[in-house]
């Protein structure tokens, strides 16, 4: 069974900076695109930012220009550079296939305040 860790989640001042990391289980990551998602208080989950296999990425608007997607097939993890962080981006941050196909991990917490 695959197992999603997420790790690198806290507490950070509006512009500050953050890099989530997602570790898998086993190795689903050298053919699977792989999704970041995010899920505020009150809210639906949403997609972030996806990465395909080869490293291509996109990006909610909201986001674009500041959250950068990246990957380590050889490490099964995917990494999230938050930079600019904004009291919107406070949420419990998941990752997961894209789409998403395999059960939720636990996520990572961040929260932007000052």
């Known amino acids: 069974q695959v197992q999603l860790v997420e790790s690198g989640g806290g507490l950070v001042q509006p512009g500050g900076s953050l890099r989530l990391s997602c570790a898998a289980s086993?190795?689903?990551?050298?053919?699977?695109?792989m999704g970041w998602y995010r899920q505020a208080p009150g809210k639906q989950r949403e997609l972030v930012a996806a990465?395909?296999?080869?490293?291509?990425?996109n990006y909610v608007d909201s986001v674009k220009g500041r959250f950068t997607a990246s990957r380590d097939n050889a490490k099964n993890t995917v990494y999230l550079q938050m930079n600019s962080l904004k009291p919107e981006d406070t949420a419990v941050y998941y990752c997961?296939?894209?789409?998403?196909?395999?059960?939720w991990g636990q996520g990572t917490q961040v929260t932007v305040a000052s």
């Open positions: 086993r190795s689903i990551f050298s053919w699977n695109a």
């Open positions: 990465i395909t296999s080869d490293s291509s990425t």
């Open positions: 997961n296939t894209y789409p998403a196909y395999y059960g």
